[in-house]
T-cell receptor, first 113, second 110 residues
Framework: DVKVTQSSRYLVKRTGEKVFLECVQD?????MFWYRQDPGLGLRLIYF???????EKGDIPEGYSVSREKKERFSLILESASTNQTSMYLC????????????FGSGTRLTVV | GQQVMQIPQYQHVQEGEDFTTYCNSS?????IQWYKQRPGGHPVFLIQ?????EVKKQKRLTFQFGEAKKNSSLHITATQTTDVGTYFC??????????FGTGTRLKVLA
């Protein structure tokens, strides 16, 4: 069963901590994405990557960075966590080309206290 | 920038009633995707529409792309409790990059 795996389902971190969210896909997808989901705001794109070592900013990149050293792994980094980064974080991946939807991971619910 | 409006935000229906959610864009779209997210779950890809006026069906779900490619709808016939969840449209804004609508949360009352 093909899937996108996020390392943690729930995470609680303190303000100012450096936080790593890991995402691994086993479908050989070229593209990987990080979204955050908040009530009333839908899904908002943080960063995405079309290839290994490549990254591009999404709509809300401030306070975040990413790393893609291997094709199957895409990490989201919160350099100094703040309470307004409390959210559900969703990783997704997709093939390049038309007609391919995203495959999402189960999400990481991050609480920053 | 690209904006996509999805209405309604919430919909409660009695089991057996029909349901429709609409997605509207300010610009012409190259394609549109639809996703379903069950409560506590993650979004799952349902379908992609590409052609003007395109209509696709998946069992009780009917997806339509407007003639001007600026709007789309998802219609569910005779809802069931298994249809509960949030339905999102997603529009392409760059190579393989999509932005999502705010979603329509459907509740089905048995």
């Amino acid at each position: 069963d093909v899937k996108v795996t996020q390392s943690s389902r729930y995470l609680v971190k303190r303000t100012g901590e450096k936080v790593f969210l890991e995402c691994v896909q086993d479908m050989d997808h070229e593209n990987m994405f990080w979204y955050r989901q908040d009530p009333g705001l839908g899904l908002r794109l943080i960063y995405f990557s079309y290839d290994v070592k490549m990254k591009e900013k999404g709509d809300i990149p401030e306070g975040y960075s990413v790393s893609r050293e291997k094709k199957e792994r895409f990490s989201l980094i919160l350099e100094s966590a703040s309470t307004n980064q409390t959210s559900m974080y969703l990783c997704a991946s997709s093939f390049s080309g038309q007609g391919f939807g995203y495959t999402f991971g189960s999400g990481t619910r991050l609480t920053v206290v | 920038g690209q904006q996509v409006m999805q209405i309604p935000q919430y919909q409660h229906v009695q089991e057996g009633e029909d349901f429709t959610t609409y997605c509207n864009s300010s610009t012409t779209l190259s394609n549109i995707q639809w996703y379903k997210q069950r409560p506590g779950g993650h979004p799952v890809f349902l379908i992609q529409l590409v052609k003007s006026g395109e209509v696709k069906k998946q069992k009780r779900l009917t997806f339509q792309f407007g003639e001007a490619k600026k709007n789309s709808s998802l219609h569910i016939t005779a809802t069931q409790t298994t249809d509960v969840g949030t339905y999102f449209c997603a529009v392409q804004t760059g190579t393989y990059k999509y932005i999502f609508g705010t979603g329509t949360r459907l509740k089905v009352l048995a």
